[in-house]
């Protein structure tokens, strides 16, 4: 069984930095695409940054190109979100996602195993 588990949210000032984590367990890590979303308040849940490890194909929205970085650390089945330059339109819950068919995708009903979201407020 796939478990994803978010940590590393919080509340930080316009221009501040967070650096998200995910914790993936119980998977073929190295195979799967993950993928960080973002769901604001009455908002629909997006995709902020894809990235298939096996092509290196990567997607960053364009709301947070320049800021996001995507990265992972094989040896210890995790995956990161670093986010600098934070803007309170950037306030949302952020999942973590794994699609297990190392597809590329924007759309989070491609993605099979999700974590329960991080909460990201930004403040002006």
């Known amino acids: 069984q796939v478990q994803l588990v978010e940590s590393g949210g919080g509340l930080v000032q316009a221009g501040g930095s967070l650096r998200l984590s995910c914790a993936v367990s119980?998977?073929?890590?190295?195979?799967?695409?993950m993928g960080w979303f973002r769901q604001a308040p009455g908002k629909e849940r997006v995709a902020v940054a894809v990235?298939?490890?096996?092509?290196?194909?990567?997607y960053y929205a364009d709301s947070v190109k320049g800021r996001f970085t995507i990265s992972r650390d094989n040896a210890k089945n995790m995956v990161y979100l670093q986010m600098n330059s934070l803007k309170p339109e950037d306030t949302a819950v952020y999942y973590c996602?794994?699609?297990?068919?190392?597809?590329?995708?924007?759309?989070?009903?491609?993605?099979?195993?999700w974590g329960q979201g991080t909460q990201v407020t930004v403040s002006s």
């Open positions: 996602a794994a699609d297990r068919d190392s597809g590329f995708s924007r759309w989070d009903y491609e993605y099979d195993y």
């Open positions: 119980g998977g073929t890590f190295r195979t799967y695409t």
């Open positions: 990235k298939r490890w096996s092509s290196g194909t990567l």
